[in-house]
């Protein structure tokens, strides 16, 4: 069975203070992993996605990179409007899966200005 | 604003009722799934249409059934409500090319509140 660990629950910044997500995987074969910004009562936003260990992408203050265990989401310089909860989540190869997404229980950011 | 339209936003009913929510996925999207989310869970698959046809299920109860229609639209019934069915419920929607990238993206979710 699919499994993602984020870690941590929560974290809290200061603006400008950089730090990183983790998001640990197990998944038996990797279509790609995902990551998703989430608002309070609101719909998962896309952010990335990362198909191969090594891989990286970046976007604003955000850059996400992975590994074949893990993945990081690193935030440069955060602002307050950085503030969400961060999903990580990865779809299988498997024809069974289908095309679903297995998701973490997230990372609460909050970043004080 | 991902492009998936979600029907209702918000919706309070009682035990025992039953409920249809109404997604309509992105333009050109073939595949739509539904994930539940509430407070202790996170967000769980539920399960997922490729043109009409079931492709992949996930935790759903025998209580809640969906389907895809030829326009691509789908609704999520939920039927014999009880309490602890009140959560967010979400659509998303994808291109849905195998082997290769495949983005989903999500509704603003539909708020079923069971009392």
């Known amino acids: 069975e699919d499994q993602v660990t984020q870690s941590p629950e929560a974290l809290r910044l200061q603006e400008g203070e950089s730090s990183s997500l983790n998001c640990s995987y197990t998944?038996?074969?990797?279509?790609?992993l995902f990551w998703y910004r989430q608002d309070p009562g609101k719909g998962p936003e896309f952010l990335f996605t990362?198909?191969?260990a090594g891989e990286e992408k970046e976007k604003e203050r955000l850059k996400a990179t992975l590994t074949k265990k893990e993945s990081f989401l690193h935030i440069t310089a955060p602002k307050p409007e950085d503030s969400a909860t961060y999903l990580c989540?990865?779809?299988?190869?498997?024809?069974?899966?289908?095309?679903?997404?297995?998701f973490g229980e997230g990372t609460q950011l909050t970043v004080n200005p | 604003d991902s492009g998936v339209t979600q029907t209702p936003k918000h919706l309070i009913t009682a035990t025992g009722q039953r409920v249809t929510l109404r997604c309509s996925p992105r333009?050109?999207?073939?595949?739509v799934y539904w994930y539940q989310q509430s407070l202790d869970q996170g967000l769980q698959f539920l399960i997922q249409?490729?043109?009409?046809?079931?492709?992949a299920k996930g935790n759903i109860l025998e209580r809640f059934s969906a389907q895809q229609f030829p326009d691509l639209h789908s609704e999520l019934n939920l039927s014999s409500l009880e309490l602890g069915d009140s959560a967010l419920y979400f659509c998303?929607?994808?291109?849905?090319?195998?082997?290769?990238?495949?983005?989903?993206?999500f509704g603003e979710g539909s708020w079923l509140t069971v009392v």
């Open positions: 998303a929607s994808s291109v849905d090319r195998y082997y290769s990238g495949n983005t989903i993206y």
């Open positions: 998944v038996s074969g990797l279509r790609g």
């Open positions: 989540a990865v779809q299988a190869l498997r024809e069974t899966s289908g095309s679903r997404l297995t």
């Open positions: 990362l198909y191969s």
């Open positions: 333009s050109g999207d073939l595949s």
């Open positions: 249409y490729y043109n009409g046809e079931e492709r």
